[in-house]
């Protein structure tokens, strides 16, 4: 099967066209408005709707072009479905369903945080269900029993600010620019991560979830007691101070919820697994435990796994889209069967 992925659940605009057969895609772009956005400290919903209006047609057909493939050999279309804002999910679901109409092909909505578990299936070395999965993105912070596709057991999540969410708002203290991740990545690699004592939330309850709010503000507590401007030394130091309280965080939850289930296979997903510190503090933390990591470019929103995981729900017909319908709100247990 040849499938068609739209993504726009947030700000960035994605599309790619995947080869089931292949396992593989044949091409792919993404549009980020990150520049846009910015200029205001964070994603404004009604500009970014407005830019993917603009934006999915050309890229539509960039895609197709570059793949070589014409719209009649293309056998579905997957969309975002939801979570995510509604008038960016709203602008993917019309567009992908009038394609529909117009082609006379079948459309798929898939949910998003699915779809950031199942690019991991892309990659060469891929893992077989049932695993553990940690998503972490700009809207959620999720530790997921992945039993089979479409079945999922929500085993802990943030009762806050999710983790990409954190970085967003720890670099905007900072005076860094929107996405923050990248930022304090950046600058962290330059400062000592014991530098502040912050702390690591929750990891004294029993319980599986995550806060992330309380070591925002403890991040806040010490800048506000520097002179300003802030020194680079000072950001680099505290950057890095964070990023390890996140990074020890994320393992320490881990290490629980593999104890708990007996899984010997971690799948990670979503834009912060793009950050090499968090990275390599999973795997020395997680001896004997098999990771895996979707490729550096897919961690991030994309319209990859959005075509992946519309492939992998073609075998359920109740997935088929028979109108324009999203899901701004979609927790990730409403998809078993
Ligand atoms: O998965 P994603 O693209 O969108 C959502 O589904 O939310 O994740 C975006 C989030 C942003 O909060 C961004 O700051 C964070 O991922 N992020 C990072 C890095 N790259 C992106 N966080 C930490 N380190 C990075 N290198
Ligand atoms: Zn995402």
């Not at 509604?86 to 779809?115: D, R, T």
Request: aromatic share 8%; net charge positive; proline share 4%.
């Amino acid at each position: 099967m040849i499938i068609l992925g739209i993504e726009t659940s947030c700000d960035e605009t994605g599309v790619a066209l995947y080869d089931s057969k292949k396992n593989k895609i044949l091409s792919e772009n993404i549009f980020s408005q990150a520049a846009k956005h910015a200029l205001y400290g964070g994603v404004v919903p009604e500009l970014a709707s407005r830019d993917q209006v603009l934006k999915l047609l050309p890229m539509v057909k960039l895609t197709l072009s570059e793949s070589g493939k014409s719209s009649d050999q293309i056998d579905a279309i997957a969309y975002t479905k939801g979570p995510g804002l509604s008038g960016s999910l709203l602008v993917g679901a019309s567009f992908a369903n009038s394609l529909s109409l117009g082609w006379s092909k079948p459309c798929v909505g898939v949910h998003h945080m699915e779809a950031h578990l199942l690019v991991n299936l892309l990659e060469e070395r891929s893992p077989q269900f049932p695993f553990l999965t940690l998503l972490v993105s700009g809207g959620h912070t999720l530790l997921i029993k992945a039993l089979e596709i479409g079945e999922y057991q929500v085993l802990g999540q943030t009762r806050d600010d999710a983790v990409g969410e954190a970085f967003d708002k720890v670099a905007k203290i900072l005076g860094m620019n929107y996405p923050g991740g990248p930022e304090i990545e950046k600058i962290a690699k330059k400062g000592n991560p014991n530098s502040y004592n912050l702390p690591r939330p929750m990891l004294n309850k029993k319980n599986l979830d995550f806060s992330f709010s309380g070591l925002k503000t403890a991040v806040l507590y010490v800048v506000k007691k520097k002179k300003l401007p802030l020194s680079k030394d000072f950001k680099a130091d505290i950057a890095a101070s964070f990023q390890a309280a996140v990074a020890e965080t994320l393992v320490e939850r881990c290490k629980s919820a593999l104890l708990q289930t007996g899984d010997t296979q971690l799948v990670i997903g979503g834009g912060v697994a793009s950050n090499q510190y968090v990275r390599k503090r999973l795997q020395k933390g997680l001896q004997g435990i098999d990771i895996f990591f979707p490729n550096l470019s897919r961690c991030t929103d994309n319209g990859a796994m959005v075509a992946v995981a519309g492939y992998h729900r073609f075998n359920n017909e109740s997935s088929f889209s028979k109108s324009i319908e999203i899901k701004p709100r979609w927790d990730l247990s409403e998809l078993n069967k």
